[in-house]
């Protein structure tokens, strides 16, 4: 069965830093590519960043660019999204998302997580 668990979820300031966390289980990780996707009050869900099976490409919705990394500890089992000077407009619930078995960075989500709250304020 697979589960994707988010953590790491809050509210931060415009400028400081947040570090999401993803924990998997029911695949194994270094065989796949994962993304983070979310979603604003009132908003369609929206891509953020995916990473490619080898953990090595990838690809970022332009608006997070230079700001946001994407990137996996397979030993841990788990996807990080690092957040670096978080937007007002950033505010979102994050979701984590499994994708395809030797995946590339164009991505089509599989299974997702429950989602976690971002809240950043000025």
């Known amino acids: 069965q697979v589960q994707l668990v988010e953590s790491g979820g809050g509210l931060v300031q415009a400028g400081d830093s947040l570090r999401l966390s993803c924990l998997v289980s029911g695949f194994t990780l270094s065989r796949y590519s994962v993304g983070w996707f979310r979603q604003a009050p009132g908003k369609e869900r929206e891509f953020v960043s995916s990473?490619?099976?080898?953990?090595?490409?990838?690809r970022y919705v332009d608006s997070v660019k230079g700001r946001f990394i994407i990137s996996k500890d397979n030993v841990k089992s788990t996807v990080y999204l690092q957040m670096n000077n978080p937007k007002p407009e950033d505010t979102a619930v994050y979701y984590c998302t499994q994708g395809r078995l030797w995946g590339s960075v164009d991505f089509q989500p599989g299974a997702w997580g429950q989602g976690t709250q971002v809240t950043v304020s000025t």
């Open positions: 990473l490619n099976w080898r953990g090595l490409d990838t």
